[in-house]
């Protein structure tokens, strides 16, 4: 399984971005997806994520500005970011867990300059 993450780069604070995660099999396989952000020195922490037959869970940090999205139909999941800030930035990481297994996606960079 692969996951590949897209839509990074460098904005200005109040901008918006929108990162997509294409999977090489079909996204409604998945119990859940999500997004994680890393920053050096810290764990990689969730910030959305989305969950088959449930509801969508977003960190403290980003709710109402953050919004986590799944199309079966094109195996993909996105992440739109408006509102940003400076402490929005770090690599961003698309997860998928099916069961027991998570599947990780190389990370895309989100820069937001104040």
């Known amino acids: 399984v692969q996951l590949q993450a897209s839509g990074g780069g460098l904005v200005q604070a109040g901008g918006s971005l929108r990162l997509s995660c294409a999977a090489s099999?079909?996204?409604?396989?998945?119990?859940?997806m999500g997004w994680y952000r890393q920053v050096p020195g810290k764990q990689r922490e969730v910030v959305a994520e989305i969950v088959r037959g449930g509801g969508n869970n977003y960190a403290d940090s980003v709710k109402g500005r953050f919004t986590i999205s799944k199309d079966n139909a094109k195996n993909a999941v996105y992440l739109q970011m408006n509102s940003l800030k400076p402490e929005d930035t770090g690599v961003y990481y698309c997860n998928g867990r099916s069961g027991v297994v998570a599947y990780w996606g190389k990370g895309t960079q989100v820069t937001v300059s104040s």
């Open positions: 099999m079909t996204v409604f396989s998945f119990n859940v």
